[in-house]
């Protein structure tokens, strides 16, 4: 049984001091309060602190944001360096069978050769690939046709290519020209 000279510490409230013990501090053990100008200049140094971080991380992302538009744009600008890298060889061949004073039709036509053999390894080298459909089907996407011709090949099949289409990446770049075969018709 609860003793009736204790008070009671009802349930949301806060507890009562026992009775007969001093709940003040000792003289000496006080904390010294520190002085309100003291406290204002420490909380505004720590706010300058915070506001010269802010402004710095501000700046750092401006300064990769301006680097990164710079890189892309170097990047659109240089994109075709490997291409032209491989061309240069091609050129060279061309103006010195161009340059060829008593050049004969051989050495013309041996000098062509070489010059085709050098672009096609240039064209294998950045992945432009040569679409020649002859005997395919006929595909919308990586052929245009120009003409249809009555042919005993099945319909719809490529029977000339008039101009050779090109593919960089399996992105075509020209679609092949192309004839493109029809059914005979009955009453011909």
Do not use: C
Request: hydrophobic share 40%; net charge negative; aromatic share 4%.
């Amino acid at each position: 049984m609860p003793d009736p000279e204790q008070p009671v510490d009802l349930p949301g409230e806060p507890a009562s001091p026992a009775v007969g013990v001093d709940t003040a501090l000792p003289e000496n053990s006080k904390a010294p309060v520190p002085d309100a100008g003291e406290l204002l200049r420490q909380a505004e140094l720590k706010a300058q602190q915070h506001h010269d971080a802010w402004l710095r991380a501000v700046a750092d992302a401006d300064n990769i944001r301006k680097r990164g538009q710079v890189e892309l744009a170097n990047a659109y600008k240089y994109a075709i360096e490997s291409v032209a890298a491989e061309l240069l060889p091609v050129r060279d061949s061309l103006e010195a069978t161009l340059a060829a004073d008593s050049a004969t039709l051989e050495t013309l036509k041996s000098g062509v050769e070489l010059t085709l053999r050098q672009l096609s390894a240039a064209f294998d080298k950045t992945s432009l690939k040569e679409i020649n459909p002859v005997g395919e089907k006929f595909d919308p996407h990586r052929h245009q046709a120009i003409s249809m011709l009555p042919s005993e090949k099945e319909p719809n099949t490529v029977i000339n290519v008039l101009q050779k289409g090109y593919s960089l990446h399996d992105r075509v770049i020209r679609p092949a020209l192309v004839t493109v075969a029809k059914p005979r018709d009955a009453k011909a």
